[in-house]
């Protein structure tokens, strides 16, 4: 069975924190990964691709460690607009994409 | 540019009843895709379409669920006859293109579906 698995949170931070969320697959063939954004009752939104010699995006650092198939989001200086459900997705396809999503971690930023 | 619509926003069924679920897809887009959210669930794969053709259906429930793309542009995703859990979100995606494993899919806004 080809899995993603999130801490589903909260994770609950003041303005300004770093916070870090984690996710791991279970089919060591995977190709492609994103982390993915999603407010309230929205639609997912690509955050940003996840590849293998890491990649930063503002505040935003992604990391993928493909030997231990687990991938990170780090974001720094958290902004009250950074809460929402954040969505470690893979794509297990070379040749098309078919999403695997998980369940998201929810991240509350307060004032 | 318009990005990929749904209709209806919200459904609310019987159980046994019919429900046909609409995308429009971003326009030029070949690659169309269905999703469902179930609550407590990941969101899930259902089937991707390349123009007009079912690339993967993989995903797709049972034989309760029919998609078509006819014409290669919107799509519909008929349920019938309903079942309590088929309730949840159903999403459809976007993309362009399939010669890279990181082109993005673009989501539409969702079908809640409530079947009672």
């Known amino acids: 069975r080809k899995e993603v698995e999130q801490d589903p949170g909260p994770f609950n931070v003041p303005e300004g924190a770093t916070v870090a969320f984690n996710c791991t697959y279970s089919?060591?063939?995977?190709?492609?990964f994103f982390w993915y954004r999603q407010d309230c009752r929205k639609e997912p939104k690509l955050l940003m691709s996840?590849?293998?010699s890491g990649n930063e995006d503002g505040r935003f650092t992604a990391q993928l460690n493909r030997a231990s198939q687990y991938i990170s989001l780090l974001i720094r200086d958290s902004k009250l607009s950074d809460s929402a459900t954040y969505l470690c997705?893979?794509?297990?396809?070379?040749?098309?994409?078919?999403?695997?999503f998980g369940k998201g971690t929810m991240l509350l930023v307060s004032p | 540019e318009a990005g990929v619509t749904q209709f209806p926003s919200h459904s609310v069924i019987e159980k046994g009843q019919t429900v046909t679920l609409r995308c429009d897809p971003i326009?030029?887009?070949?690659?169309l895709y269905w999703y469902r959210r179930v609550m407590g669930k990941e969101i899930k794969f259902l089937l991707h379409?390349?123009?007009?053709?079912?690339?993967?259906e993989s995903g797709m429930p049972n034989n309760r669920f029919l998609a078509e793309r006819t014409g290669g542009t919107y799509s519909t995703l008929k349920v019938q006859p309903a079942e309590l859990e088929d309730s949840g979100v159903y999403f459809c995606?976007?993309?362009?293109?399939?010669?890279?494993?990181?082109?993005?899919?673009?989501f539409g806004p969702g079908t809640r579906l409530t079947v009672l």
């Open positions: 995606a976007s993309s362009q293109d399939e010669s890279n494993s990181y082109n993005e899919q673009f």
């Open positions: 089919n060591s063939a995977s190709q492609s």
């Open positions: 996840v590849y293998s």
């Open positions: 997705v893979v794509n297990w396809n070379s040749g098309y994409s078919t999403l695997t």
């Open positions: 326009s030029g887009h070949d690659n």
């Open positions: 379409f390349v123009k007009e053709s079912k690339q993967d």
